[in-house]
């Protein structure tokens, strides 16, 4: 833990007193977004101290070129980024001529934000003493539109304190900006053309390479005692820039209200349009409804977010807040409504990982998505995976292998592979498993088989050639083996067999092969037209099942455990508890070479197969594998103590589980990995959901049934959250006398409680107690 | 075999008429260099063409920022980069006002290079039609002094063809020049001073960070039907360039010849000094002497050279060119007088692997200067790295090793590593062993063993530190392991157990531990010394042994081979000549995955161990190796044709030894590798030399004797060699009747031939048949 300034509080993130040194870390963490746009926590007037502005667009991103030090065949030429999109947030503000600056500012008191996850809405206030010594007292009020999500609101409210003060309100749009991440700075943006008209002003700028064209605007009006402005006194436009300006002579006491809609329309959802008038278009419906009607609506729109997928936690403020934190930026982040889009390992608050789509969508955040929105919002995550196939196979090609064999991209923003280590790139090929095994789980969970002869089979296909033509044969085993490989623990590179990915690999194949028969034998129509386009033939599916049936897994014998890799038990078995202090975190003090050879695993590896794959090992097996690998785990990726924290709730290890958890969940709030500035850890929080969902809540879906083992930590005093499954709202309640239910609907339903059949009733008849 | 146009020839080489599309490949091949500096073969005069421009000075670096795309903790921050110096050859000419560009000349005829390798002199003469239909008949003769070493000369005739013509030399010094190799586009040098007098001008600049101070100089007369003009008629000084201006009318047919003296004088050569003064110094010797005593006295000091360095080969053109470019070459890169410097990869003939020492110096060149010179060069080698044992301290410290431990670096200029992939960097570790063996071969070869005692055990203890903590004990195998290594065959990487290292780092261990008793022995107060130092107790030593009584060596019992490293059998065996032609050179048409999944060897690994440890293994043991490994091998490092040349000699292969001498000899004339423009593989040059000595020759030191078994390939006649044995100079011929020697010096010497000892008389007493 590297911070606790946050204050503890249920349902808001809050920050009191001004401390410069907190500047760039509370700019990530009271980001806001809405799924389409997202815009880090930077102040609307003037700051000259240290600053990381971010304004981002979903879907609009840049090619960088590739930086490495020594080129390999089969390198991608560009990394995509996410970048940093015309700032639309700027209100720069004069009082009585002296510009309003905290960074130079005589005092600041009272300085507070919140973010308010309930409402969606960011506040922040403060008393300014300024260079003239006048003071004025400001309150700011901004949300982006759930609603209209192209449209961002700001009020920014000025009370006079000790005297009559002239202000002056500055509104701007900026396309001159910069991405901090950028590998040759080249220029990201090229603005096309600026323009004001009354009280609106537009900048039309494109992204170089790709082409996305935008309109970066905004629409302000001032109010004063009841008197509305919404003319500006002043309109000025630069090479790069566009302002206007209102000034109001307030009296002592009263307040000033400056009201500003911004944000962006973007050629991508507006093809062939005039962005400028579509622009006009949104802003139109946003002014007919007023600041306060689009507050209301906001508000609205994240009570219906939270009630779907809020969980609460009794008695452990830390927990609760930790959870809700997670949730709200998760739903920021993607809300499922584009299938173009997906969900970037730090969302809409930071530049770093810049490719946008990595297995932690799959492997972790996708369960979330099934269980608190309703199942198309999971399948355009499948979609998305879908639709880049084609990419896929182009991926794979670059590397050798040939017909239609599809390798999914570590990252990447359009389906192109985006990373550029050799270790990752060519190597980290489980992922490949991650989009297979979304597949499944998307049908375990929604029961919405269709995905699969319309979409997904074609997928599974494409994977089950990879691994076919990735595994080789060793005569020496006589089996095949798939060697060069880096599994989910990247503290080791390029090793053979790595039991996950030869786990995985196997399931691949059997699970193509059964669902192919499944289609064949169900969907004809969707059969005839795939075999047709992928040409797959008897001889070639035969070849993939003798490959399965011979994967060879690395076993120890001795110890009764599947080992991570060939030759794992070579290494000094040093476990961490035994490793100083002093050298943690291995991947800040050790050099690269001393990490591949020591024991020390990053994130769960073979666990990770166990939480997959779990009906097919027993419990005991578990616990072996568990008490052989988690001394080994360092825990250094923010995927990993939420995996931990499952296995050891099912072991029946609340301490650790609890602990696990916290780490999990609180991993921005406390900046546990001192980088929190660079942005929200956005994938692993759907990691934190699964922590108290099928860790502690214990819940799976067996036999097409949902079934839970709860259990709690002794901290709390009860925990609740809501699931849809199948579109069935359920909402469990653990407290220390057990679980308690409620069923929304008319129909009863089965389940399995500790493993037994339990039928509930609707919720009129079996309230929660 | 990529070009042809190097015309044959024994002692020249040549090119015949002008081809753009050969320039940069000739002024890599055409380079000069005196051991001190060097010089790509650029134009004198203005070419507006495509040119490679290259003026090197030895020691004189660069510390050019680390690019990498993700950078690892242990990472260097710099690559030291050999660097493109001011230039001091130009030359321009006007003809009757028009500027002389082959690039722009309406004809060139008659264009002929004569690298004249036995005079160490560079020969250019060309009859150009200019633009304005004037024709001049041009002969450039330059050299780069190997009596004064910071002096290069020019002498640039021209010859009116057919009328009265005006010329116009203008002689230029040059210091706004770049790297094409540059990592940031750094400003890699300062100009600090630039100034004329007389017929001589001077610029000073250092090199930034570095800071080597540099005075780029020159001094020039122009001779015409015998009188001398030594003033220039005009003087011009710009930024970062000084240029004279000499006029002549010559008359039809006869000729105006334009001298040049340049050349450098460095701040590390003259500590202290001033440099244009020092610069006026040599100029002074040189200017005495004048330019044709100079280029005699070059002639001579080359022919010292070959007296005591050349092979002749009879018979055979094609190889004699061959040997003879790559004995040439490895004289003008090093001639042992300094103790800072060493044999960078490409010499003084380009900029790539720009860190200037790598293994290959101890590996590869070493055997060539203990027998080419006397004792006192390899010493300086081994001296060179001694320098550096406290950087290879600090290297192995970097990563994690204390107590002394020393990793000497993969590519360093000054003892600090420079190179930045991980796999090799950190894991490349199997240089250590090389600088280890040379020393044990340095005194196998001279018998000079003060340098153990002096400086040598000191490295030898730093060194088996490092494998003594680098190895880890396996519980498994009871062994100890070496984990995370990428042996020589650098198409391998991060590999556990590579056969190579481990028995590398036994060795290393064994020999340090030897060492210690016989300086303990023999040297009591070096040894006293080196224990106060070094802190080397004997529960260390104890431990060290405890590491090589029990390294693990991975060993298949059913085919009873070394395996190159753990798992080597787990691959597809699939050979070289089963792989399609398509598909090589591997490492331009596979992704870097599939080559490391491959079972292809870039250069010898195991067998690199067998050529070092020859000793330690049966022929019969050899050709077992030998034949399971070379079919995998595919040769794609200039260092490996030469070390399979030797073995497959020694297995009286000589059709295989035959083809992989060629392969060797004329890697650079025949432009195997598609890349000469970037300049000449000097320090695989050093392998070519072996093939013949140690593999047709069959030398070997065996008890303090030299030992031969020679064999001669069908193609030849004869060929002969002259080794520096201990002071005495031998002289072997060997063709198709046997072996004839021709000992210099009073005494008899005993050596063996194919086994059995023979008594050799000196010259007088046993001249060559």
Known sequence: ???????????????????????????????????????????????????????????????????????????????????????????????????????????????????????????????????????????????????????????????????????????????????????????????????????????????????????????????????????????????????????????????????????????????????????????????????????????????????????????????????????????????????????????????????????????????????????????????????????????????????????????????EECHNEWEITFEEIHRNGAIAFAIYNYFRYTGDYSYIPEMGLEVLIGIARFWHQRATFSKQKNKYVILGVTGPNEYENNVNNNWYTNYMARWCIQYALEQLDKVKAGYKEDYDRIIGYTKLSKSETDEWKEVADAMYFPFSDQLGIYLQQDGFLDKELVTVEDLPKSQRPINQKWSWDRILRSPYIKQADVLQGFYFFEDHFSEEDLEKHFDFYEPFTVHESSLSPCVHSIQAAKLDRMEQAYQFYLRTSRLDLDDYNKEVEEGLHITSMAGTWMSIVEGFGGMRIKNDKLSFTPRIPKEWDSYSFKINFRNRILKILVDKSGAHFELEGDHEMSIRLNGERLVLQPVAKNPVQ
């Open 1 to 415: 833990m590297n911070q606790d300034y946050i204050k503890l509080n249920d349902w808001s993130i809050i920050e009191e007193g001004f401390d410069k040194e907190n500047v760039k870390s509370s700019e990530s963490i009271f980001s806001l977004g809405n799924g389409a746009m997202g815009q880090r926590a930077n102040f609307e007037e003037k700051y000259s101290g240290p600053t990381f502005q971010g304004s981002y667009i979903g879907g609009v991103y840049y090619p960088d070129k590739t930086r490495v030090g020594w080129w390999k065949n089969g390198y991608p030429e560009y990394f995509a980024k996410v970048i940093n999109a015309p700032s639309w947030i700027g209100i720069n503000v004069l009082v009585d001529g002296e510009p309003l600056d905290l960074n130079t500012c005589s005092r600041v008191d009272n300085f507070r934000r919140e973010l308010n996850m309930k409402e969606g809405v960011y506040y922040r206030s403060f008393i300014a003493t300024l260079k003239n010594d006048k003071k004025v007292d400001v309150k700011v009020t901004r949300f982006l539109s759930l609603d209209l999500d192209e449209v961002g609101a700001i009020r920014y409210e000025i009370t006079a304190v000790k005297e009559d003060l002239t202000v002056t309100f500055s509104p701007f749009l900026d396309s001159g900006i910069t991405n901090e991440d950028s590998n040759w700075d080249d220029k990201f943006w090229n603005t096309t053309s600026i323009s004001s008209q009354g009280n609106q002003a537009f900048i039309e700028a494109h992204t170089m390479k790709t082409n996305f064209e935008t309109c970066t605007f905004m629409d302000c009006q001032m109010e004063y005692k009841g008197k509305i402005q919404n003319k500006p006194d002043e309109t000025e436009e630069k090479e790069l820039w566009v302002g206007h300006a209102y000034q109001q002579k307030i009296e002592k006491g009263s307040t000033v209200a400056f009201y500003k809609l911004g944000g962006y329309t973007v050629s991508r959802n507006h093809k062939g349009a005039n962005l400028v008038e579509a622009a006009k278009e949104v802003l139109g419906k946003a002014t007919k409804q007023g600041f306060d009607a689009l507050l209301e609506a906001q508000k609205k729109a994240w009570e219906g977010i939270w009630e779907m997928s809020d969980i609460t936690i009794e008695g452990d403020t830390k927990a609760q807040q930790g959870i809700r934190f997670n949730i709200f930026q998760l739903n920021q982040t993607y809300l499922g409504k584009d299938s173009r889009l997906n969900i970037g390992p730090k969302g809409f608050t930071g530049e770093k990982y810049g490719g946008s789509t990595y297995w932690d969508t799959e492997a972790y955040c996708i369960p979330f998505y099934m269980a608190t929105k309703n199942h198309h919002v999971a399948r355009n995550l499948l979609k998305y995976r879908y639709n880049h196939l084609e990419k896929a196979i182009a991926n794979a090609k670059k590397l050798g292998f040939t017909n239609g064999a599809a390798l999914y991209p570590m990252v990447t923003m359009n389906g």
